[in-house]
T-cell receptor, first 110, second 116 residues
Framework: EDQVTQSPEALRLQEGESSSLNCSYT??????LFWYRQDPGKGPEFLFT???AGEEKEKERLKATLTKKESFLHITAPKPEDSATYLC???????????FGKGTRLHILP | NAGVTQTPKFRVLKTGQSMTLLCAQD?????MYWYRQDPGMGLRLIHY???????AKGEVPDGYNVSRLKKQNFLLGLESAAPSQTSVYFC???????????????FGAGTRLSVL
């Protein structure tokens, strides 16, 4: 069964304090791994897609990396506006289903 | 520049009532999805469609039906609503993987449904 597990469930950081969010997955044939950001009361917003182990993508203070079993979302010198829930999802080659993890709620304190 | 539009935004139902949630996308996407999001459970896939006239079951399909008669629309139906179906429902669409290479999902703003 395809599964996505995110950790930690919640994370509080001081402004400027760098950290990483983890997404571990099991899927039979990975088509792609996705990171989304979700603000309260809104739909998820796309951040990154990673396709193969070793791949990295960057956007402003965020950097996503991928191995054969997990992905990390690194946040460097975060600001309060980075506070959100970050969602990880995987798509299987077998049936094109996209399965999400439960997310990590990130709170950046000023 | 609408993207993915969900209607209605809010709805309150009584147990046993039926309703249809509408999702419309204007990006000519092949793939469309319905998710529900509950506290502590994350986004769970209900049904999805890889093209007009096709549908497939996701993780939690029981109690729901879907139809994709037109490429731009994906309907989610609740035939006999139950309190366990109280949730926030999100629709998403994406291009076909082989065509786009990126397969980014675009989400609507959600429908908040309460079943009493």
């Amino acid at each position: 069964e395809d599964q996505v597990t995110q950790s930690p469930e919640a994370l509080r950081l001081q402004e400027g304090e760098s950290s990483s969010l983890n997404c571990s997955y099991t899927v039979s044939g990975l088509r792609g791994l996705f990171w989304y950001r979700q603000d309260p009361g809104k739909g998820p917003e796309f951040l990154f897609t990673l396709y193969s182990a070793g791949e990295e993508k960057e956007k402003e203070r965020l950097k996503a990396t991928l191995t054969k079993k997990e992905s990390f979302l690194h946040i460097t010198a975060p600001k309060p506006e980075d506070s959100a829930t970050y969602l990880c999802a995987v798509q299987a080659e077998r049936d094109d289903k996209i399965i999400f993890g439960k997310g990590t709620r990130l709170h950046i304190l000023p | 520049n609408a993207g993915v539009t969900q209607t209605p935004k809010f709805r309150v139902l009584k147990t046993g009532q039926s309703m249809t949630l509408l999702c419309a996308q204007d990006m000519n996407h092949e793939y469309m999805y319905w998710y529900r999001q509950d506290p502590g459970m994350g986004l769970r896939l209900i049904h999805y469609s890889v093209g007009e006239g096709t549908t497939a079951k996701g993780e939690v399909p029981d109690g729901y039906n879907v139809s994709r008669l037109k490429k731009q629309n994906f309907l989610l139906g609740l035939e006999s609503a139950a309190p366990s179906q109280t949730s926030v429902y999100f629709c998403a669409s994406s291009r076909q993987y082989l065509l786009a290479g990126k397969n980014i999902q675009y989400f609507g703003a959600g429908t908040r449904l309460s079943v009493l």
